[in-house]
């Protein structure tokens, strides 16, 4: 097999494994058999082309389309990871909420091809192609609870503005390719270190804002963060997940991957990058924050939360404009997809496993005195949300403390301390949960214990050891981390 | 033993996992196992005092200025966090404090809990790791990790257990304390990014390797400016103490006897082991404002007590005037008033502890702590009253009863202050007015409280014939056995502490005598440090190796 076809190896098994699914959808009666065969064939395709892949130390065909080094083997992971979670928890939601749901596992699937896609391109077309593939998959998955307004709602959304932010992304890659001359991203940074910009740099800059606009619809990074809470409440809570976590996970890697193949050509570029950024990412962790405090529905909290999230992230992806800091602030960065990964599936997790079948709108109500009817799950819940407000001894601290420390180190003093103070802010609202668990307002009934069966509360207790695991000795994920770039 | 330091902090914990396999309606064992438990941790904690002197002798020959020294082996290695613990007398007498507390707390809730109390438990047990970790840590990441986690269950007593406005009161506490560590956590890491330049390129949060690190003096200051917020809200220092009433006043009594007795010393503690000695220089840059704020708290703390309706709400403002003593006692930076506000500190835990045990006594009884509906007391309930007269004198520094030693030894601490740190050492006096008003409005309260006729029916209804219970004697007798005995000799417990003062005295006093160059002052006589300990670069450091010089020199 040539290196050509081995560089495409975990993108094509996750399309195989796709069309595999799509094929038994004809046949299979049940959704339940569906979902066993579409986390068998992720973990068996997917984790399997990705570890074998990761143990030759990936693969890098110079001027290919896609390139598996093992920055994008890590993300791949990742993607699969997450994937084979979110299929193991929507076999009982969905089966909870008597939705039809024998063709989700397929649209999954595809979606983590293109996940995959984008954190692997090496190319503005292979970019566009993963990003429309996870986007497409991603607006029928909102959608999946047909039944439901709600859900109907947040998919009809996520399309408009989705394909609204994808035409800016298009826009902005044709100014690119049209002042570069190249659609490659070695292209692009050859045509800007050698100054060869034939439409000038002005279109050039245009050519790149509009296409990182897209980029920041797609993290959710505000004042591009308005479809996400809408969605997140609306779409089956599952995908929400997948959304939250697989979809922005995916985002960074690409902007990873941009920026460390293109932006690094120029200074002033990169200069550019990390003003932009440190702007955005600082003003989505206040004005995020301050909106999730006045959340009462639970997903639209976790939305607001993952919209805080995104911009710790994109003070880390801001922060590797500073080649001093580059390695560091890149291991920082998936440190923290990777914790951010961990605590909120599971947050996500609980959320649906409270959910009731007949109720759609679940709001902290529900949550409230389950410390006492459902301790483990309140125990866990609150692990979660510990964890996402970064509490020492969890995974999220530690997912902070790596950022943190990058850009102190750096000398960005006052960013950091902008950055931290917001995160006390998004404390408060990750309180208000715990506050609905463990003390119930004077007079309420406690919330009746949620059914989960046995496979979900192991999926759930084994994010929340991760979560606390990693949290005390990290040395696994610090070591896998360590030392990835682009080949 | 090895490991000791190790065994206290975690034992908690450990006891904490026992309790929750205790059945849940089995309420009476899990207070005998939980206050048996506090008790017997108490035990393992004397080798600590009455080894004392072994120890440290051992930590010297090491050289070494922590006793029962733990590592530091390497934590998470990628970041140079390491496992370091061991105590000084400072730190010691702290742990020591903060189990004597421990088993008063466990033994004084049994009756005022009645719901769910085995949570209560569980979340006091892992609170006392919480402080131990704080006090025994010698790295600054785990000393952060325990500080901050320590929150957790303080949220938890006060939320659940707490008065009608608990949840407010939770909360508060919770993101006040947070907001001022986050801040502190970036003045940590600056700290962290230069400890790579006297440590062969490796950056480490190891103490021992911080306090050699010398920071240029702008960067100091700004560096201070972040401790001194997440320090002085713990403290808490005016203005920064707003939370603490609302945490008091709404925290059940063992989890205010902890939040006063402890958690505030965390504050207290941490200039003490990490501005002070870490950033000499940006410490007298602060000095002047410092101290005012110390002053401002111990009058304001004072006047808003005297006019305090609520018995406990008199005694959480009464800890904001005494911690005011507490940092001026400090920021004096002289060998007696460092040592006087290190005693403060025991005693403020002694006193304050006691009061919020003796008000909780009488609010088991009446359900209100409102000073008007009380008077008369000292008719009905005599016994009490002379627990509450002894405490009270206790407060506010009578002669022959512990309060006097810290108080007296921070007065001439502070007037022995070098005049080229302050503005005007007139500040001093204010001072000794804080102690005036400290003796009116407890005073006053013991007055209205105790003395009179009996006006209200409930208050003879209720306590006449009821007072106090063999439980009750259990756990006040201590208090005023050790108020008494630090009051009469306190030299063992100011022994203890002796080389650790000198240590931080001997770091401040290259930039003291500086600025008195500066200003033309020639140095008071100071007593000569017989011996000062610095610590080596690493433990792995050959002996021969002179001991590094402070940096400030």
């Not at chain 1, 094929?23 to 074998?52: N, Q």
């Not at chain 1, 002005?202 to 980029?215: K, R």
């Not at chain 1, 004042?223 to 996400?228: E, I, L």
């Not at chain 2, 512990?402 to 204010?430: T, W």
Request: proline residues 5%.
């Amino acid at each position: 097999m040539s290196d050509l076809l081995w560089g495409t190896l975990p993108i094509a098994a996750m399309g195989l494994a796709a069309c595999l699914m799509f094929l038994l959808a004809a046949v299979l009666k049940s959704g339940r058999t569906a979902g066993v065969l579409g986390i068998l064939s992720t973990l068996i395709l997917g984790g399997g082309s990705v570890l074998v892949l990761w143990s030759q130390g990936g693969k890098v065909v110079p001027a290919a389309l896609v390139s598996c080094d093992k920055l994008a083997l890590f993300f791949d992971g990742l993607f699969v990871l997450v994937a084979s979670l979110v299929m193991a928890l929507s076999l009982e939601y969905f089966e909870k909420k008597k939705a039809h749901h024998v063709e989700l596992y397929g649209f999954i699937i595809l979606a983590t091809a293109g996940m995959m896609g984008l954190a692997s391109a090496t190319n503005l077309i292979t970019f566009y192609l993963g990003l429309e593939t996870m986007s497409l998959s991603f607006y029928v998955l909102a959608g999946f609870l047909r039944a439901h307004e709600n859900s109907v709602e947040a998919s009809l959304k996520y399309f408009l503005l989705g394909a609204f932010s994808s035409a800016f992304l298009l826009l902005g890659m044709a100014f690119l390719y049209g002042s570069s001359a190249s659609l490659d991203f070695g292209g692009i940074a050859t045509a800007l270190s050698t100054g060869a910009i034939p439409l000038g740099e002005p279109i050039l800059y245009l050519g790149f804002f509009l296409f990182l606009v897209g980029l920041f619809f797609k993290l959710s990074l505000i004042p591009f963060h308005f479809w996400a809470p809408d969605v997140y409440q609306g779409a089956p809570t599952p995908i929400t997940a997948l959304m939250a976590v697989g979809g922005k996970t995916a985002a960074a890697a690409g902007a990873i991957r941009i920026f460390l193949s293109v932006f690094t050509a120029s200074q002033g570029l990169a200069d550019k990058w990390f003003h932009l950024f440190m702007a955005v990412g600082l003003i989505t962790i206040f004005v995020g924050s301050m909106i999730a405090v006045t959340q009462r529905h639970i997903k639209r909290l976790l939305a607001y939360s993952s919209i805080v999230h995104a911009g710790f992230i994109a003070l880390g992806l801001g922060a590797l404009a500073v080649a001093s800091l580059r390695e560091q602030v890149l291991a920082a960065v998936l440190f923290y997809v990777a914790a951010y990964l961990v605590m909120n599936v599971g947050a996500f997790a609980v959320a649906g496993v409270v959910e009731r079948p007949e109720n759609y709108d679940e709001t902290l109500r529900s949550y409230s005195g389950l410390g006492t009817t459902a301790p483990y799950l309140a125990a866990l819940f609150s692990v979660f949300m510990l964890s996402l407000a970064g509490i020492p001894l969890t995974v999220g601290f530690l997912g902070k403390f790596y950022i943190f420390g990058a850009l102190v180190k750096g000398g960005y003093y006052v960013v950091a301390s902008l950055g931290l103070i917001g995160a006390v802010i998004a404390t408060y609202y990750y309180l208000k949960v715990v506050v609905a668990l463990y003390f119930p307002a004077a007079g309420e009934e406690p919330a009746p214990a949620p059914k989960a069966s046995w496979t979900t509360l192991a999926l759930l207790t084994l994010m929340g050891a991760g979560t606390l695991y990693l949290g005390i000795f990290p040395g696994l994920l610090t070591d896998l981390v360590k030392g990835l770039g682009i080949g | 033993m090895p490991y000791l330091l190790s065994i206290l902090t975690y034992l908690p914990l450990l006891a904490a996992v026992v309790v929750v396999f205790f059945p849940k309606d089995q309420t009476k064992a899990i207070k005998y196992f939980t206050t048996g438990f506090f008790f017997v941790e108490f035990l393992l904690t004397l080798p600590l005092w009455f080894g004392w002197d072994s120890a440290q002798a051992a930590a010297g020959a090491a050289h070494s200025m922590w006793a029962f020294e733990e590592g530091p082996t390497p934590w998470i290695a990628s970041l140079g966090v390491t496992y370091h613990m061991g105590i000084d007398g400072v730190s010691m007498l702290l742990v020591l404090l903060t189990n004597f507390l421990g088993v008063l707390a466990a033994w004084s809730g049994w009756e005022y809990i009645k719901t769910r109390e085995k949570e209560y438990y569980i979340w006091l047990l892992i609170l006392q790791t919480g402080m131990l970790g704080v006090f025994c840590s010698l790295d600054f990441f785990l000393f952060y990790v325990f500080w901050e986690v320590m929150l957790v269950p303080m949220y938890f007593l006060i939320g659940i257990w707490g008065g009608p406005n608990k949840l407010y009161a939770a909360i508060k506490f919770f993101l006040y304390t947070l907001a001022g560590s986050v801040l502190m956590l970036v003045g940590i890491l600056v700290l962290y990014f230069r400890t790579g330049a006297v440590n062969n390129g490796v950056n480490t949060f190891n103490l021992d390797v911080m306090y050699k690190v010398a920071l240029e003096s702008g960067l100091q200051w700004w560096v201070f400016g972040a401790f001194f917020l997440g320090f002085a809200i713990k403290v808490p220092m005016f203005p920064f103490h707003t939370w603490l009433p609302d945490a008091h006043v709404e925290a059940p009594t063992a989890g205010s006897v902890i939040l006063a007795g402890v958690l505030l010393k965390m504050g207290t503690y941490g200039f003490y082991r990490f501005a002070l000695p870490l950033l000499p220089d940006a410490t007298l840059r602060w000095l002047p404002f410092l101290m005012t704020l110390a002053i401002i708290g111990v009058i304001y703390g004072a006047m808003v007590s005297l006019v305090q309706k609520d018995m406990k709400k008199l005694v959480a403002y009464s800890s904001v005037s005494h911690l005011g003593f507490c940092m001026a006692g400090m920021f004096a930076l002289t060998t007696a008033g460092i040592k006087g506000s290190v005693m403060q500190m025991i005693n403020h835990g002694i006193s304050t502890g006691g009061l919020f045990l003796l008000v909780g006594i009488v609010y088991e009884r009446m359900h209100t702590r409102e000073i008007k509906l009380y008077g008369g007391l000292a008719k009905l309930m005599p016994v009490y009253a002379t627990f509450f007269m002894i405490i009270t004198l206790s407060s506010i520094g009578l002669p022959g009863l512990n309060g006097f030693v810290g108080e007296i030894l921070i007065l001439l601490g502070a007037y022995h202050m070098s005049a080229a740190l302050l503005f005007s050492k007139s500040l001093i006096f204010f001072l000794a007015g804080g102690m005036l008003l400290g003796a009116a409005y407890m005073l006053w309260l013991y007055q209205r409280v105790f003395f009179g006729e009996v006006t209200n029916p409930h208050l003879e209804e209720h306590c006449k014939g009821h007072d106090m219970k063999a439980r009750e004697w259990g756990y006040m007798i201590p208090l005023v056995l050790v108020a008494f005995w630090i009051g009469l000799y306190p030299k063992p417990v100011l022994d203890k502490m002796d080389k650790s003062v000198a240590f931080v005295i001997s770091r401040m006093q290259p930039a003291i005598q500086k600025a008195e160059a500066a200003k033309g002052l020639t140095p008071p006589p100071v007593t000569p440090i017989t011996e000062t300990v610095i610590p080596p670069a690493e433990a792995a450091v050959p002996p021969a190796e002179a001991p590094a010089q402070a940096p400030a020199h």
